[in-house]
């Protein structure tokens, strides 16, 4: 019996783009593998998303991870790859897929986690019986490069934000694009985060429960600034915002992706004239290098961020709400107004 066409699983795929959670069977269905390969793999992704609680940006990290191995596969074996062929790779094997990688212009940190992926599914095939490979074990990762975040200036970031006011938008696109930089700037959010939010958060209030990596909680302070503009744009929004739609709305009025927001910061980058670095991501650093200039205590900041350190010198220890807000109100560039 023939499987899924590719062109139906994309369709299944992009449909569940639009949603909060990925599909974990089209996921599964997708990965150029045989039937054998392709039922253990979405038994993994069932277990990463149940067990271990993967966001579904990791799930679909590891099957976009997992299928660039299997296609890889697929022409070095001359066909589908199955279970049994995975447990009878040998380490040059494993390089040889490396060594493709290099060549198609990959970057370390990529490299690395293609095989971090790797290890993490022959270790549950180890657990479940299915597989006794140790030839991935005697792979070394790539040596990675310190990447440091690059924050922007005061300046800068208080410039992009008001830029987002000016742009030729319509004035609800401008004041959604206002808010959404104002909350990762203010708040310190990731974009998924921000993009996360509901109808349910509104109105905002003076604090907001975040679920962040590892599906782990967060209660952050929010300032006047960032409840004034995700309210100002609530009011001019067209399309209708229930309590289960997403907060930030395209054009047409589907939940707003994180490509579009990347989009919106290239754009104001480029008419300030400001370097590559600024992406929306280092809003979120900028928001924690700024707190500790400006005396924030570094363990209150690693709270806000919902990170497990800033420093891996630093241990990490909880910080009282109040010690919190009053630390944040104190030192927040975008609280003294």
Known sequence: MAGPSREGQNARLKEKAETDEPDLPALAD???????????????LEHLSGEKRA???????????LT??????SAHLGGAASLKDLDQLTAADFRAFLAQ?????????????????LRMFYRFLEREGLSGNQALARI???????????????????????????????????????ALLTLLYGCGLRVSEALSLTGANLPLGNSLRITGKGRKERVLPVLPAAREAVTAYAALCPHPIGEEDALFKSVRGKALGP???????ERLRLVLGLPGSVTPHALRHSFATHLLAAGGDLRAVQELLGHASL??????????????????????????R
């Not at 990688?101 to 992926?117: K, P, T, V, W």
């Not at 420093?311 to 003294?336: C, G, N």
């Open 101 to 117: 990688r290099r060549n198609d212009g990959i970057a370390s940190r990529s490299l690395a986690r293609n095989l971090s992926a």
């Open 55 to 65: 966001s579904p940006k990791t799930l679909e990290n590891y099957a976009r991870d």
């Open 140 to 178: 070394r990762s790539p040596k990675l490069p310190s990447a440091l975040p690059k924050p922007l200036p005061v300046e800068a970031a208080r410039a992009l934000i008001e830029e987002a006011g000016k742009t030729p938008q319509e004035a609800w696109i401008r004041a959604r694009d206002g």
């Open 259 to 265: 490509r579009q927001v990347q989009k919106l910061t």
């Open 30 to 44: 997708a990965l150029p593998a045989a039937r054998d390969l392709r039922d253990i793999f979405l038994t993994w």
């Open 68 to 73: 660039r191995f299997c296609e890889f596969l």
């Open 311 to 336: 420093s891996t010198t630093q241990a990490y220890t909880a910080v009282e709400d109040a010690q919190l807000l009053a630390i944040y109100d104190k030192a927040h560039p975008r609280a003294r």
